[in-house]
Every structure is written in C-alpha cells, then in structure tokens.
C-alpha cells in the first residue's frame, strides 16, 4: 500500500464521517506510530493489510467511514510491556473526533470499535463484528505469512523467556481455534474460516 492509498483512506473516512480537511498533523503522527522500531506486527504494514481487506468489504459496513477512522487507530498506542494499548487508542481517537466537532455518538461508536479489538468479548455490533474479522484476517492469511506473522509477534515479545511465552501463545491460539465460528461475518466465513483453521491447529500441533 503507498502513500497515496494511505492518503485516500485518511481523507475518504474523515470525508464520510463529515469533515471536510482532515488532519494531516493527525495523519502524519499516526503513519509515525505505525513505524516505531519496537513494532514487528502491529506495524504499517498491519494497518495496510486491514485497510486493503476493508476496501474489499467496504459494502458490509453499516458506516464505512466509523470503521475506517477505528482501523487507522486500533493499534495507533501499542506497547507490548502494557495491557492498555487498545484503551488507550480508543481514547486516543475519540479525541480527535470530539476535536474535529465530530457528533459525540460518533466519537463513542468508534471508541467503542476500538474497544472490540481486544477480543476479550465477542463484537456485539454488525460494524463492530467486520472490524474484527478485519483485525484477525492475519489468522487465515497463505501459511508463509501466518508464519512471518507469528515471528513478527514473538519479535515483540523477546523480553518473555521461552516457555511462558510458548505456553501464553498456545492459550491465545487455541481460544481463537475454538470459536465456533471464528469470523464473525459470512464474508469472513467463505474467505479465511478454512484456512485460519488450519494455520491455527499447525501452529498449535509445533
């Protein structure tokens, strides 16, 4: 994804959402975030894969323009030594909007969007179940990049020894393995929901 694409998304969901001139300070400080050194995964080229993925589902959403600010900042604070980072995040993007005059249910919608990725609930709403089908696209991604990714993770957990990092990572894996179903959206269900399994029960079988 090049600049220009990153560009267009940046103004297409402000222009949705009611803003005429997007905040390209904003911009520019979030495509920042997303390059820390420390980030392995949760990287630009996170956000990249999940605005294409958006792109291809842009229909099902019930607003477009909500769930596309809430993937710019869904990963915007990401500190993996912290167990905040989506919170903050949320907090984070219903600043900006309260800041662009954005309606406030706006602003909690998408704080609430943010929220979901924490996947610690199942998403309770139809945009809120897209967003998260987005964010764990990576999961029925072709087996050389469900590999890559699961380096990516352990890159950013380095500071974890071995075997508490193995043991935690089994857990989440096997949480995600058995949700029945593990995409939310039928978009989701016909496209990753095989191949997801797979990669899941092969890592979890190393």
Do not use: K
């Not at 980030?39 to 959403?61: D, G, I, K, T």
């Not at 900042?73 to 167990?83: M, N």
């Not at 996947?119 to 709403?125: M, N, R, V």
């Amino acid at each position: 994804m090049d600049n220009a694409a990153f560009a267009t998304s940046w103004q297409r969901a402000w222009a949705a959402l009611g803003v005429r001139r997007a905040d390209e300070a904003l911009y520019r400080e979030l495509l920042a975030r997303y390059q820390e050194p420390h980030r392995h995964y949760h990287s630009l080229r996170h956000l990249a894969e999940c605005l294409r993925h958006f792109e291809s589902a842009y229909e099902l959403a019930d607003r477009p323009g909500e769930v596309e600010l809430a993937l710019w900042f869904h990963d915007a604070v990401y500190q993996a030594r912290r167990s905040d980072n989506e919170q903050r995040s949320a907090d984070w993007a219903r600043q900006a909007l309260v800041a662009a005059g954005v309606e406030p249910a706006v602003a909690v919608r998408v704080h609430a969007l943010v929220m979901a990725t924490r996947h610690e609930t199942l998403p309770a709403t139809p945009d809120q179940r897209l967003l998260v089908d987005i964010d764990l696209a990576i999961l029925g991604a072709p087996p050389a990049r469900f590999a890559e990714h699961q380096r990516q993770v352990r890159a950013e957990y380095r500071w974890v020894p071995g075997p508490i990092y193995r043991r935690r990572r089994r857990e989440i894996l096997r949480q995600f393995l058995e949700r029945q179903p593990l995409y939310a959206t039928a978009y989701f269900q016909e496209r990753l929901e095989a191949q997801a399994r797979r990669n899941l029960a092969g890592a979890l079988n190393e």
